[in-house]
Nanobody
Framework: QVQLVESGGGSVQAGGSLKLSCAASGYAFSSCGMAWYRQAPGKERELVALISSAGDTSDYADSVKGRFTISRDNAKNTQYLQMDSLKVEDTAVYLC?????????????WGRGTQVTVSL
């Protein structure tokens, strides 16, 4: 059974930092690309960052470039999202996703999410 479990969310003041983790199990972790999405109330789900299976390539939404860093540790079956210089508009539920399908870039597996709240 595939499981993706996010952790590390919380409440922080604007300008602060948080590091999210996503622990994966039940599939060949190192064979799949992964991503972080977020969804704010009343808004569509947004792709935040993605990373290749080997961790050697990544990409980011323009809104987080230069502030967020995606990474993964294939030995620990875990991916991360380091979030710095947080803004109020970063407030959302952050979801971990794994194993993209192409060409639609839809992900096969999803976590339940972790809440990130940024206040002034």
């Amino acid at each position: 059974q595939v499981q993706l479990v996010e952790s590390g969310g919380g409440s922080v003041q604007a300008g602060g930092s948080l590091k999210l983790s996503c622990a994966a199990s039940g599939y060949a972790f190192s064979s799949c690309g992964m991503a972080w999405y977020r969804q704010a109330p009343g808004k569509e789900r947004e792709l935040v960052a993605l990373i290749s299976s080997a961790g050697d390539t990544s990409d980011y939404a323009d809104s987080v470039k230069g502030r967020f860093t995606i990474s993964r540790d294939n030995a620990k079956n875990t991916q991360y999202l380091q979030m710095d210089s947080l803004k109020v508009e970063d407030t959302a539920v952050y979801l971990c996703a794994a194993c993209p399908t192409f060409p639609s870039l839809t992900y096969e597996y999803w976590g339940r999410g972790t809440q990130v709240t940024v206040s002034l």
